[in-house]
């Protein structure tokens, strides 16, 4: 299946791809504006056909009917390429022209490659991790601390798997009137199953959760010197939803998510008396990052 999209008539740039892309349609665009800006005198046509593997073959016709051909390994590099394309004039013998049709190379070969006639693969996994901070507050029992993530993920298609550590080292009791000394801290992790979905300049993500926090609480010994603390541990179930802007391997983020306790795995402590009783619900608002590590 091709997608293309047209451009100035003076000097239509098409994109021709297996399945929808928002690197290359954004590459495309980047040509379009740019043959628009300058006029690209000498340009005829230009067309940008992307592989299976995600490389592509950018062709340069000039108005005369000769052309270039470009191998691309990645969307960034369509208008560097296009640049040293035009910087050449028409009549300079140097640049490389050919009067056959252009003609996609082959990717390198791998020593996992299917056999010819095999059914393709499907696309690549990519690789990323993202960091943020902000801030977390508690309900049923309200608390404010802030907050420290991070989460690495691999994304297959849409689909995102990822694993999330998320830190909130000092807890305040919101309403007031905690004992003397009174200190707690939080430590999150969790597995994740998301989606993505493309919307303009920006990814749209949401997902699913469940994990897994250490949770404390203690404050200055009752006045009979019995020291009071509480641990426990708190199964968790997430509903996370995040904007990442851009299409750079750099991106940033923004993030909101909820949780809500199932239970208690494991509960031990000294003396709760007088301590808050712990949250139940809470809420994460997070600035960030994302970086994509592979390919």
């Known amino acids: 299946m091709g997608l293309s999209l047209p451009a100035r008539a003076a000097c239509p740039v098409a994109l021709v791809a297996p399945r929808p892309d928002v690197a290359w349609e954004g590459a495309v665009e980047a040509l379009r504006a740019r043959v628009v800006a300058d006029d690209a005198r000498d340009c005829g046509s230009i067309e940008v056909e992307v592989t299976r593997q995600g490389t592509a073959l950018l062709t340069f016709v000039t108005k005369d009917g000769r052309r270039a051909a470009r191998g691309l390994a990645t969307a960034d590099e369509a208008l560097p390429t296009l640049e040293a394309l035009l910087a050449v004039p028409a009549s300079t013998p140097a640049l490389p022209l050919d009067d056959g049709p252009p003609r996609v190379p082959p990717p390198p070969p791998r020593a996992d490659a299917p056999p010819s006639g095999a059914v393709p693969s499907g696309p690549p996994a ?14 049923s029992g309200a608390y404010g601390s802030p907050a420290f993530a991070l989460r690495p993920s691999v994304l297959v298609g849409r689909w995102e798997v990822s694993v999330s550590g998320e830190w909130a080292p000092s807890s305040s009791y919101l309403p007031g009137g905690a004992p003397a000394g009174f ?7 969790g597995f994740l199953l998301a989606r993505r979905q493309p919307v303009g300049p920006v990814e749209l993500v949401g997902g699913l959760g ?3 926090a250490a949770v404390r609480e203690s404050a200055d010994p009752a006045p009979d010197g019995t020291a009071r603390s509480l641990e426990t541990a708190q199964p968790r179930a997430t509903l996370d939803l995040r904007c990442i802007f851009g299409r750079s391997r750099v991106r940033p983020l923004f993030e909101i998510s909820a949780d809500t306790v199932l239970g208690a795995l494991a509960r031990q402590g000294s003396d709760k008396r007088d301590l808050p009783d712990l949250p139940r619900y809470g809420l994460v608002a997070a600035l960030g990052v994302e ?5």
């Open 291 to 295: 970086a994509r590590l592979l390919p």
């Open 126 to 139: 990519v690789w990323s991790v993202a960091a943020g901070a902000g801030a977390r507050f508690g309900f």
């Open 183 to 189: 200190s707690a801290w939080s430590f999150h992790v």
């Open 210 to 212: 469940l994990g897994v």
